[in-house]
């Protein structure tokens, strides 16, 4: 399914960034430099591709499909769990980056905590989270929706790729993670 293969692609992009925010993190907690512009590119990065790219993808195109079309059991997966850990990723995301506004005034060391660990567990839940997208809410929905549900879910990621690469959005962000691989990992 097109739709799917798509998710499960920029799962591993993400998973690469998340990998970067944690080596990142390493870095600083053992005396490196924190290089405010580059812990704002993975914010950036999160809430760009990973947020309002990728999860409107699952939130508004399978997601929707699954909870209308496969009832009780899906909807309880995705609203309570899914759903509820792209909001517990927005928050790290939202925290990380008033860490990083307080720690470019004042370079403290409070603040340069909150940086450490919100990155970091951002990053445990989001490996978590794509795991068991992939494993068990993908697969639920791909053998469980009607074929002309997962056609319809198909055409319309189709439909926001295409937008998203006439944008230039796919190639910005994936220039950035390889730039911020080459620097930390």
Partial sequence: MYGIEVLVNEHENIKRMAEVMRAASLKVMNGAELVVADFDAMVDFVR???DNHHHKK???VLFIYMKEELGKVANT???NGMLVEHDLGR???KELDEALRSYEKD????AKLDIIVNTTAYTYLIKRHID???AVVFTFG???LAEGSRNEVDQKTKELEEAAQKDGLQDKYLNLLAT???KYL
């Fill in 48 to 50: 760009t591709y990973a």
């Fill in 58 to 60: 699952e939130e508004d």
């Fill in 77 to 79: 997966l995705i609203t």
């Fill in 91 to 93: 928050l790290h995301m």
């Fill in 107 to 110: 370079k403290n060391d409070q």
């Fill in 132 to 134: 068991k997208e992939n």
């Fill in 142 to 144: 791909e053998k469980n």
């Fill in 180 to 182: 911020l691989e080459k």
